[in-house]
């Protein structure tokens, strides 16, 4: 079913700034399930059919580009080696398959970014764990093919490339800052904000911080992930009869974050779900009613997350500023 969006006037421009862009981003983390890689390929060629209107972020984790026999290549901080929160990659020809998923997404225009490999909790690592982790991280993906038995197959991009970093748990400490950025990271996504918020650059690092949202139709909180909606709909327990409400409430809510920042302040909205089918499927089937409902509205630009550190990157500091100031009238 199309979902239509009515909305007022567009938010003014200031008068010593443009207007900027209303810019959209939307990231998924882990990455493990080959049939997700083939559904968000599919959408993503479905909204772009016609001409660059979606562009995803992928936070991968190192442990999906490790087979499973081969699983001991690594150790996490404080870990017994070959050990992993969550999946390992399944047999060989399954991880050359999520490579080849990995590249096309890759050459058509969305990025892949870092949820670093284990999927542990860091929140107490120092710099030297990050860092260990970090370096396995790259490893795994640079060496993804001789891991793996698999001559031939490598990622279509180098580790350098990696930019951007989402912690798993979002759990985050003083040794994770310090780490992204000795290791040239430029963003990091594990954080929360108001929901009007415009991204700070602090110690060198873009925040692109999850946003705290107001579930449209019971006015619980949540942040602007997937999981958090699961939490606070339904206690993580899926009950099939509550499927459509969790699907609905989750549009409306992620609309209503759009119309709110689309006329006010045009902060960018930050969204984040998981290739888990949380609830049945419910809040991915909600994430792309919401994508195809505003992707390609006037002066809305869904991106990927590194499109936006360079459009941040590009804006002066009175400009910043001046769009900080907003939110104060939103």
Aim: charged residues 20%.
């Amino acid at each position: 079913m199309a979902t239509l969006v009515t909305l007022g006037a567009l938010a003014p421009a200031q008068a010593s700034v443009d207007r900027p862009p209303q810019f959209i981003v939307m990231g998924f983390d882990n990455c493990t399930e080959l049939e997700r890689w083939q559904e968000l390929t599919d959408f993503a060629a479905e909204l772009n059919k016609g001409g660059d209107r979606v562009h995803f972020t992928f936070f991968v984790s190192g442990s999906n580009f490790i087979a499973d026999a081969s699983r001991n290549i690594y150790e996490g901080p404080h870990q017994r080696r070959g050990y992993s929160r969550i999946n390992f990659g399944g047999t060989s020809e399954q991880v050359r398959k999520r490579i080849e998923y990995v590249n096309a997404l890759y050459r058509d225009g969305h990025e892949i970014a870092s949820h670093a490999v284990g999927h542990f909790n860091g929140a107490a690592w120092s710099v030297g764990d990050w860092e260990k982790e970090f370096r396995a991280f790259g490893e795994i993906l640079k060496n993804v093919g001789p891991n793996n038995g698999l001559a031939g197959s490598k990622l279509a991009f180098a580790v350098s490339g990696v930019i951007g970093f989402r912690a798993p748990y979002l759990a985050k400490g003083p040794g994770l800052y310090r780490a992204l950025k000795a290791l040239g990271f430029r963003y990091d996504t594990s954080d929360v904000s108001h929901a009007a918020a415009w991204p700070e650059k602090i110690d060198g690092l873009w925040r692109f911080n999850l946003a705290m949202l107001r579930i449209q139709g019971s006015g619980r909180g949540t942040l602007s992930m997937d999981y958090n909606f699961f939490v606070a709909q339904s206690r993580a327990a899926y009950d099939p009869r509550r499927y459509e409400m969790a699907r609905e409430q989750t549009l409306q809510t992620y609309l209503h974050y759009f119309k709110s920042n689309y006329a006010g302040n045009r902060a960018p909205l930050h969204i984040g779900h998981h290739f888990m089918n949380y609830a049945g499927g419910a809040y991915n089937e909600a994430l792309k009613s919401f994508a195809r409902a505003v992707c390609g509205l006037p002066e809305v630009r869904c991106v990927t997350y590194a499109k936006l550190a360079e459009f941040m990157d590009q804006q002066n500091a009175e400009t910043l500023a001046a769009y900080r100031r907003e939110i104060l009238r939103t």
